[in-house]
Nanobody
Framework: QVQLTESGGGLVQPGGSLTLSCAAS????????MGWYRQAPRKQRELVAV????????HYADSVKGRFTFSRDDANDTVNLQMNNLKPEDTAVYYC???????????????WGQGTQVTVSS
C-alpha cells in the first residue's frame, strides 16, 4: 500500500514563502515521475511542477517559473516544493502525485496525497 502525505500548507501574505513536503510510504516497484498539482475553487486541477525520474528533468508551469522550486530528498523519501513570492492566485489545494507501479505485474497508475491548503491573502 503506497501513501503520499503532504504537509506545510497554510496562510501566508502576498510576497511570502511556504515549503510543501510530500512523504511517501510503502514501496514502489518503479516510479516514473513525481509532481505537484493544485486545484483552486471552481477550477480544474492543474500541474504545478513535475520531476521525471527516468530522465532526471523538472518541468514547471509557466505561472510558477522562477518562484517555485521542486526538489527531492531521496534519503527521506520526500519531495519538496519551495514556493516564494506567493500571489493570491496561488491559493489552492496542493496535491502530491506519484506515477508508477507497485509490482512488475501492475499497470502504471497515479497515486495522490490528500492535499494541503495554501491560502495567499493579506
Amino acid at each position: 500500500q503506497v501513501q503520499l502525505t503532504e504537509s506545510g500548507g497554510g496562510l501566508v501574505q502576498p510576497g511570502g514563502s511556504l515549503t510543501l513536503s510530500c512523504a511517501a510510504s510503502g514501496s514502489f516497484f518503479r516510479i516514473s515521475s513525481m509532481g505537484w498539482y493544485r486545484q483552486a475553487p471552481r477550477k480544474q486541477r492543474e500541474l504545478v511542477a513535475v520531476i521525471s525520474l527516468m530522465v532526471g528533468s523538472t518541468h514547471y508551469a509557466d505561472s510558477v517559473k522562477g518562484r517555485f522550486t521542486f526538489s527531492r530528498d531521496d534519503a527521506n523519501d520526500t519531495v519538496n516544493l519551495q514556493m516564494n513570492n506567493l500571489k493570491p492566485e496561488d491559493t489552492a489545494v496542493y496535491y502530491c502525485n506519484a506515477r508508477g507501479r507497485t509490482t512488475a505485474a501492475d499497470p502504471t497508475r497515479d497515486y495522490w496525497g490528500q492535499g494541503t491548503q495554501v491560502t495567499v491573502s493579506s
